[in-house]
């Protein structure tokens, strides 16, 4: 039994000296490079969190630009609509205005026209009623009151 003592402790100081460090080191360096594994993962999520988040606010800040580009561009089509509305509004006014005096014009063109032709039928008239020459007093005259009468007739007053 003594033999087996001997030999139990010889085997323990051999396995202790020889294979025990080896074997302990094994352990200590992988349970190092696990250690190292883990922290490099949690750095890994950490930056991957940070990188998640940053290109959320770049994401929220495109956003927010593509809608500010989005209201300045609507804001600036309004206003150009309502500046073309505003052109196309004057441009018919200035044409209504201009039709306007043309009516005018001619209307005061075949007045003129009508005061004379009914000038001319007056003297015509007048000398053929008179059956002579009418002076150029009494030409004025007729004129001026044929005139009256046909202008107040044309305005729809009686005479």
Do not use: C
Not at 2 to 25: A, C, D, E, K, M
Not at 61 to 83: G, S, V
Not at 94 to 114: P, S
């Amino acid at each position: 039994m003594l033999v087996s003592i001997v030999q139990f402790l010889l085997l323990f100081y051999l396995l202790r000296r020889f294979l025990w460090g080896p074997v302990l080191r094994t352990l200590n360096d992988r349970a190092e490079r696990i250690r190292e594994g883990l922290a490099a993962a949690e750095a890994a999520k950490a930056e991957r969190e940070r990188l998640a988040a940053e290109v959320e606010a770049m994401l929220t800040k495109a956003r927010r630009e593509a809608q500010e580009i989005a209201d300045r561009t609507t804001k600036a089509a309004e206003a150009a609509a309502a500046d073309l509305r505003a052109q196309a509004k004057a441009e018919a006014d200035r044409i209504r205005e201009r039709g306007r005096a043309d009516a005018q014009q001619l209307h005061d063109q075949a007045l003129a026209q009508l005061r004379g032709e009914l000038a001319s039928m007056v003297v015509l008239a007048a000398s053929r009623v008179l059956g002579r020459e009418v002076s150029p007093e009494r030409h004025r005259e007729l004129i001026e009151r044929s005139l009256d009468e046909a202008g107040a007739e044309l305005s729809g007053e009686k005479v």
